[in-house]
């Protein structure tokens, strides 16, 4: 999992099309029970570090693409 902070996005829309798990959306877009994820996006961008280079994806990644409740695996 990765998040924006929604204070250094300038809502260009570029990154939305290079997400390979189609999870990134405008704030505009998102449904109500999505909603939640703005502040999730808020509190753990301040806390986990800026990713600003291309990496690989983890090895697990397509496993999780479509996994439902993945909320609850969550670790803060």
């Given at each position: 999992?990765?998040?924006?902070?929604?204070?250094?996005?300038?809502?260009?829309?570029?990154?939305?099309?290079?997400?390979?798990?189609?999870?990134?959306?405008?704030?505009?877009d998102?449904?109500?029970?999505e909603?939640?994820?703005?502040?999730?996006?808020?509190?753990?961008?301040r806390?986990?570090?800026?990713?600003?280079?291309?990496?690989?994806?983890?090895?697990?990644?397509?496993?999780?693409?479509?996994?439902?409740?993945?909320?609850?695996?969550?670790?803060?």
């Amino acid at each position: 999992m990765l998040v924006i902070d929604p204070d250094e996005c300038i809502d260009c829309t570029l990154c939305e099309p290079e997400c390979p798990a189609e999870a990134i959306k405008s704030e505009d877009d998102l449904s109500d029970t999505e909603q939640s994820l703005l502040e999730l996006n808020a509190e753990l961008s301040r806390e986990w570090p800026m990713i600003n280079e291309m990496k690989e994806p983890p090895e697990d990644a397509d496993e999780w693409k479509d996994k439902p409740d993945k909320m609850r695996y969550l670790e803060r």
